[in-house]
Nanobody, 115 residues
């Protein structure tokens, strides 16, 4: 059974940066496209960044140019570098396969952007 554990969230001022990490286990990681998702209070969970098994990336319009997704197949890790953070980036961030598998949702990591 796969397990995904997110970390790296926190409180940051507008314009600041954070790097999120996702440790995976229980899947043949290198075969899967992966994604970072976020859910703001009262809103649906949405995909913000995806990376294919071959390393091709895609981003939601709201984060393009500010966020960078990457993966390390040897470590079975996915990362999300977030720069120029805005208050509207405040959410719980999750990693999962892309498209997501409901079995693999973890606890997420809270990102709060506020002065």
């Amino acid at each position: 059974q796969g397990q995904f554990v997110e970390s790296g969230g926190g409180l940051v001022q507008p314009g600041g940066s954070l790097t999120l990490s996702c440790a995976t286990s229980g899947i043949i990681f290198r075969l899967y496209a992966m994604g970072w998702y976020r859910q703001a209070p009262g809103k649906q969970r949405v995909l913000v960044a995806g990376i294919s098994s071959g390393g091709r990336t895609n981003y939601a319009d709201s984060v393009a140019g500010r966020f960078t997704i990457s993966r390390d197949n040897a470590k079975k890790m996915v990362y999300l570098q977030m720069n120029a953070l805005k208050p509207e980036d405040t959410a719980v961030y999750y990693c999962n396969t892309n498209p997501p598998d409901g079995r693999y949702w973890g606890q997420g990591t809270q990102v709060t952007v506020s002065s």
